[in-house]
């Protein structure tokens, strides 16, 4: 009964030919953005501002603009996931438990703030290089795995989010829209890279806003849907008894911690993405890097706003009246935005309403697996593996990772039924493990050496690890205060089947990262000064590094004196 293949089996062939032109007219678009932005009158200027073809196709000839540059950033985070997960909170756990949009707008003030000019200036090419530079290539290339994981495991969230969604609407088989709408992301990300995944995503934002604005007036005109809209009493909720208003909802105090916990994460750990930096290193100039972070937020928190009126909507909407002809189950929540495009909309809305999530999905995949593909071919594969590979090898590579990540991608959509309680699990990890120790090389170098990074990065790891996953079915070993043990009650009268932490222990693990690497390093430092005879079992070479490091500063020093002279 909960099933959505139950409510609409049968192909509905009006809606797949306008999803099929929908999907043409986004893969030429693709196919042919190369030879609009790269344009002859800015061809030279886009070739001295990178070292190779293979920088070309990934930072787009570092020449992104202002209004490309707003529009590709802003799509990125708003994908299919955003969209859909956005309106599946608020109408599960209230507007006070939907903290995305407010946490990933925030993100991208405190990126544009803190790292797009040090990362711009410096002339990075992705986000792991200042890792690299400073702890070593194959050191600096362990922060590739948490990085790889996100940025995969939300690749194939959106993707599984397209595929239920195609599913209801237009009654297409998962696994098959899933297929073709990483096929054609793929094929032109191939093409041209960064320049075919930015401009499209111009066309596909558009559609993001223009298709869920537009639906919004035709749900609200259902005979289904109270209006004016409410936010106390509502329709979905009417025989269930309702203290508190359903849709702000509540935050219980024993949950405060855990509240505190994922903003701050959402905050901070929104920021280590490569998706994130290649726009800002792709940016024309400094100024245009920090614009762009500054002017998606506002975007990024705005494309909210239509996802929380379709979930009010929703709230006050007698299902069993509608063509649904059933109460909206719990299990059922993140199929809000296509079920409301479906049975409140005319046929012809739904599949503008469809284009709008399509389209968010494929801005938000293309960017990932090119960002991913683009991290492991110059930090591992070039980096680690083959350095003196040529740049024709490079692009291939390039091109060959792109195609096994996609595969990687479609094959978790397709497979894996808890793809986005992973994607949690994976952000966790990069923001305990990866973004201390971004701000370390970025702003503190010089209070962060190899014996620290790796003490901090191992301690961290193991609390994480040891404070137990309910997506991951196992309990707590190491037990925060407030912890909420396996088989008591919740809040709600709910018996909790796996051990719950209530204190922000992700936030406590992160500082304990800071802090360990800080006081290792500090105490290697010392210990090798101190200590000379101690250099000869310096096996990560932390003091050749940081004899190498003063060299540079002397030589760099001496510079500015010369050209001040």
């Not at 219980?252 to 290193?281: C, E, K, S, T």
């Amino acid at each position: 009964m909960g099933d959505p293949a139950e409510v609409k089996t049968e192909l509905n062939v009006v809606g797949m030919v306008g999803l099929i032109v929908f999907y043409l007219i986004i893969f030429f678009a693709g196919i042919l953005s190369h030879k609009v932005l790269k344009r002859k009158s800015r061809k030279e200027i886009q070739k001295s501002q990178v070292e190779s073809n293979t920088e070309d196709m990934m930072l787009a000839g570092r020449d992104i603009n202002y209004f490309v540059g707003v529009f590709t950033m802003t799509a990125t985070w708003v994908g299919g996931g955003y969209i859909n997960g956005t309106t599946e909170s608020v109408i599960k756990s209230g507007l006070v438990w939907t903290q995305a949009p407010i946490g990933y707008s925030i993100s991208l003030l405190l990126g544009g703030f803190l790292f797009a000019k040090k990362m711009r200036t410096k002339g990075f090419v992705t986000m792991l290089d200042p890792l690299q530079i400073k702890y070593g290539k194959p050191l600096g290339a362990l922060f590739y795995i948490p990085a790889f994981s996100g940025e995969i495991l939300w690749s194939a969230s959106i993707l599984a989010a397209l595929g239920t969604s195609l599913r209801v609407i237009c009654g297409i088989d998962d696994t098959a829209s899933i297929i073709v709408s990483a096929a054609i992301a793929m094929t032109y990300t191939l093409f041209g890279g960064l320049y075919s995944v930015a401009f499209t995503d111009v066309f596909q934002l558009i559609c993001i806003f223009v298709g869920l604005i537009f639906s919004i007036p035709w749900m609200t005109g259902s005979d289904a849907v109270t209006t004016p809209l409410r936010s106390s009493n509502l329709e979905m909720f009417r025989n269930e008894t309702q203290t508190y208003s359903k849709f702000f909802g509540k935050l219980h105090r024993n949950d405060v911690g855990v509240w505190i916990d994922y903003a701050i994460m959402l905050v901070f750990g929104g920021i280590p993405w490569q998706a994130y930096f290649q726009r800002v290193l792709s940016a024309r100039n400094v100024s245009v890097a920090r614009t762009l972070s500054f002017c998606a937020a506002f975007g990024c928190f705005s494309a909210a706003i239509p996802s929380i009126v379709i979930a009010l909507i929703t709230m006050n909407t007698d299902w069993p009246a509608t063509d649904y002809a059933r109460p909206l189950i719990k299990d059922n929540y993140k199929l809000a935005v296509p079920l409301t495009l479906l049975y409140l909309t005319p046929p012809a809305v739904a599949f503008i309403g469809l284009g709008a999530v399509s389209a968010a999905v494929m801005s938000s995949t293309d960017s990932s697996i090119l960002g991913v593909s683009t991290m492991f071919t110059r930090n591992v594969f070039v980096k680690v593996f083959y350095k003196n590979a040529s740049d024709r090898v490079t692009i291939w590579f390039l091109r060959l990772t792109v195609i096994v990540n996609t595969i990687i991608a479609m094959l978790i959509a397709i497979f894996v039924k808890t793809v986005y309680g992973l994607y949690l699990i994976c952000s966790d990890l990069v923001f305990i493990l990866l973004f201390p120790h971004l701000v370390m090389v970025v702003h503190f170098p010089k209070r962060t050496n190899k014996y620290g990074m790796v003490a901090g990065f191992t301690i961290a790891l193991l609390l994480r690890v040891l404070s137990g996953e309910p997506v991951l079915k196992y309990n707590a070993v190491l037990k925060f205060a407030g912890y909420q043990e396996p088989g008591s009650l919740d809040d709600n009268g709910k018996v909790v089947e796996y051990g719950r932490q209530r204190f922000p222990f992700r936030n406590l693990i992160m500082l304990l990262n800071f802090i360990i690497t800080l006081l290792v390093t500090f105490l290697s430092q010392k210990l090798f000064q101190a200590y000379p005879d101690l250099r000869k079992w310096d096996v990560l070479g932390a003091v050749k590094d940081m004899e190498e490091t003063h060299e540079m500063e002397k030589k760099e020093e001496k510079k500015v004196n010369n050209g001040a002279i």
